[in-house]
């Protein structure tokens, strides 16, 4: 079985609640049940983490080398200023999907920079709670073109 890790960084937990204009009514816990979903159809065993912390999230990446084949992570706000998970990501070297629900690209100058997205192997953006699904497919068809 394929084995995923997937990340929530800080204040994913509020969704749901927080700034519903821009990231939806949709709870964590609801994406959650979308992606385990998901993952079952497509024969996946995803392990969902979320963390505030930094350095927490530092450590569930470097941990999952022991056991995963590719990471999918929404490093939220620490995707514009964290080179130690960027560090992370590029230490490990697992295939890695950087997830955004709102499109970064078209918000505020400062969340034009991903420090992570150059490490990984794309990224999705804007497309809501869809983004960790599409994330899931690219996933699998990364992992299944290292497996040819
Ligand atoms: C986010 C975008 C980030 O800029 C922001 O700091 C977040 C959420 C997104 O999923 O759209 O917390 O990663």
């Not at 960084?9 to 998901?38: F, H, V």
């Not at 100058?109 to 991903?114: C, I, K, L």
Request: hydrophobic residues 45%.
């Amino acid at each position: 079985m394929t084995k995923v890790l997937l990340i929530h960084g800080p204040n994913l937990n509020l969704l749901g609640m927080r700034e519903p204009d821009i990231y939806g009514t949709t709870t964590l816990a609801q994406i959650n049940e979308m992606i385990q979903q998901q993952a079952a159809e497509l024969g996946m065993e995803v392990t969902i983490v979320q963390s505030n912390h930094e350095g927490e999230l530092v450590e569930a990446v470097q941990q999952a080398y022991d056991w995963a084949q590719a990471i999918i992570i929404n490093p939220a706000a620490y995707t514009h200023t964290s080179v130690a998970l960027r560090d992370a990501i590029a230490a490990v070297g697992l295939p890695t999907i950087e997830v955004h629900l709102s499109n970064i690209a078209d918000r505020e100058d400062f969340r034009h920079q991903s420090l992570t997205a150059p490490v990984c192997a794309g990224q999705i953006s804007g497309f809501g709670p869809a983004s960790y699904i599409l994330a899931l497919h690219a996933a699998k068809h990364i992992i299944e073109e290292e497996q040819e």
